[in-house]
């Protein structure tokens, strides 16, 4: 399907606004304040917006609607939302006057003041390592993921993929941002939070009229819709929602599961959840350059009321996306080039002589059970090209997942190829865009998912820069630098950030991540947890030694590394939690055993006013009580 001429025009028009507002809004910047913190002059609205802005992109309505589409998670994905409101009061009551007080540029910087100068350097290497392999290159590719099925295969003799809409997306967020700054970010964030909310209401307004209705849009087998939910031809909105409701959402799923068992809402959701909105630069960077105390906890709280929205907008129409297009989920993840299709062509070239095969393909329930007769040939290739038995058993998946448990060790001159899928649950919200939209209102829904992709991109790229610069470049290259040096090394570490997350976007369209968000979820838990608990003794623990910054830093990735091989089978949340209880178990270990005896003298600014918002500690227990109700309801 293209676009078209209206939806495009829309489109420019959106982008051109977006720049041109973000841009001369920047236009005065002078100094590294001005740039990388916009002056310390943010009001509570721009904080606000700008918050939900760079955090929901394509990760949120590509790859959190792909995860709600599955049966076996549905709405349990929108514990990340819902959490994470109460999380945002927390922040801004007891995070916030903490960092606004120390007058801080960066999240690493207050490490130094409170551990020693290499923990501020050992952090701000692992953020940028995250932020360069994780997390840019993982909204780079969403956005390319939500535009693919927009694009005819060709453009002006140009092949439009995967690989060439990342470097479209990639290149026009570095755009604003190394131009512009912060404050081109916030002001681009203000037009593009308010269209994303409104275009993602869109979106879910027509998934539930072609829920209600399907006979009135495209693309949709009314009778295949009807007998997936179990109801007759006549049956009313309320009946066919009431079936997805009572299948799909649900905010507790079993023990077992390996993406969200109710265990991991105890403690496991929460290590994320803290140290993305309190400890990460690309969020706090808004609220570190909040005019006072009172405007940064006002456009916390209220970022964290919009979060308990987001659900509504993005999880239930990927539940429904799934209901009205299973079919077209089938066929793309057979026909894409990203997933089954090229797995399955080398299978036929090389199936009838499997003695010189030098692969083996896995492939997922999904798959197996959409199409048996063909998960039961692969199965006997891979036993053949392995020259091993068939297991006895039932579940061909499961069979086929012991058969080639290890062949990549015990054979290394066989390759293990990408595992075959049944559903291309990344496309859920892509379909909705492409059948739901009519002319126009197709470039405005996009253009809100765009801009929501592109911000969020350029808030990881300042954030990156401003690590980068103030952390790295200042405090080791050169402590002397002129202000507008400071200015021009943050503007070049944009396009360096792009390029990396350009060339590593593509990878991740392999199944064998699970899904981007479940791949960026995944790997930062590398870090967050060591993250997470030392910031929690810093700020909590007067007698936690020096020592300890460096030590939890250290230990994060070797605990969670050994769980994550060892236990690859547990849910990642629950390989968090228990890093995080070894990490402070350890920690409080070195400081029972060697408290720091001197009293820890942290810088105080005078800049910014610290009084409180009491009106936003009011709104903030309305918004912790509106999530409670919600998992009552959900539950």
Not at 30 to 39: C, P
Request: charge should be neutral; glycine fraction near 8%; hydrophobic fraction near 55%.
């Amino acid at each position: 399907m293209e676009l078209s001429g209206l939806d495009i025009g829309v489109l420019v028009v959106f982008f051109v606004c977006v720049i041109t507002v973000g841009l001369l809004k920047s236009r005065k910047e002078k100094t590294s304040e001005d740039y990388f913190l916009a002056g310390r002059g943010l009001k509570w609205w721009l904080i606000g917006f700008s918050l939900i802005a760079a955090n929901i992109s394509a990760e949120q309505f590509v790859g959190m609607s792909g995860q709600a589409a599955k049966a076996s998670i549905g709405l349990a994905v929108a514990s990340y939302e819902w959490i994470a409101a109460i999380t945002l009061v927390v922040v801004a009551f007891f995070f916030l006057p903490k960092f606004l007080k120390s007058g801080i540029f960066t999240i690493p910087e207050y490490l130094e003041y409170r551990f020693n100068h290499t923990s501020r350097l050992v952090m701000s290497l692992l953020m940028v390592i995250i932020y360069l392999g994780v997390t840019i290159p993982t909204v780079i590719f969403l956005g390319a993921k939500a535009l693919s099925p927009l694009f005819a295969e060709e453009l002006m003799g140009i092949p439009i993929n995967i690989t060439t809409l990342s470097w479209f997306v990639g290149i026009l967020a570095g755009v604003y941002v190394a131009a512009g700054g912060l404050k081109a970010c916030v002001w681009a964030d203000l037009i593009q939070g308010s269209a994303l909310i409104i275009g993602g209401t869109v979106v879910m307004v027509l998934a539930f009229m072609a829920l209600d209705d399907p006979s009135k849009f495209e693309g949709i087998d009314v009778a295949a819709v009807n007998t997936s939910l179990g109801v007759g031809d006549g049956a009313a909105f309320g009946e066919k929602f009431a079936v997805l409701k009572e299948s799909s959402m649900h905010m507790a799923l079993p023990r077992t599961s390996d993406f969200l068992p109710w265990t991991a809402l105890m403690l496991g959701i929460w290590i994320p959840n803290f140290y993305y909105w309190g400890l990460n630069q690309y969020i706090m960077q808004r609220t570190l350059g909040a005019h006072s105390l009172r405007e940064g906890q006002k456009g916390v709280v209220f970022a964290a009321f919009l979060k308990l929205i987001i659900p509504f907008i993005v999880c239930i129409p990927g539940i429904i996306a799934f209901t009205l297009y299973g079919t077209k989920m089938q066929e793309n993840a057979m026909n894409q080039e990203s997933l089954n299709k090229p797995v399955l062509e080398a299978f036929h070239q090389t199936r009838t002589s499997p003695a010189e095969a030098a692969m083996v393909i896995p492939f997922n329930s999904d798959f197996a059970q959409l199409r048996p007769q063909l998960a039961a040939e692969v199965l006997s290739f891979n036993a053949a090209v392995l020259g091993k038995v068939v297991p006895a058993g039932q579940d061909i998946s499961a069979i086929n997942t012991e058969l080639l448990d290890g062949a990549g060790e015990s054979h290394p001159d066989i390759e293990v190829r990408q595992e075959l899928v049944g559903y291309d649950y990344d496309g859920a919200f892509p379909l909705l865009i492409r059948y739901l939209t009519p002319k126009g209102l197709r470039g405005f829904v996009l253009a809100a998912l765009m801009g929501a992709v592109i911000s969020s991109l350029a808030s990881m790229l300042n954030a990156a820069s401003t690590i980068f610069t103030m952390d790295i470049y200042r405090e080791w290259v050169n402590k002397n630098a002129a202000q507008k040096v400071l200015v021009w090394v943050g503007r070049c570490c944009v396009p360096i950030g792009v390029i990396i997350g350009c060339l590593i976007a593509p990878v991740l369209a392999s199944p064998r991540f699970k899904g981007a968000f479940a791949f960026i979820q995944e790997f930062q838990g590398f870090v967050s947890p060591g993250v997470l608990t030392i910031f929690l003794f810093g700020l909590f623990v007067k007698r936690t030694p020096r020592c300890c910054g460096v030590l939890g830093l250290v230990l994060s990735p070797i605990i969670y590394g050994i769980l994550f091989f060892g236990w690859g089978d547990m849910a990642f949340l629950n390989r968090m939690a228990i890093t995080v209880g070894a990490i402070a178990a350890i920690l409080l270990l070195v400081t029972l055993f060697k408290p720091m005896k001197e009293k820890i003298t942290l810088p105080e600014q005078t800049k910014i006013d610290l009084n409180w918002s009491k009106g936003s500690v009011y709104f903030g227990v309305f918004v912790i009580i509106m999530t409670v109700v919600l998992y009552i309801i959900f539950w």
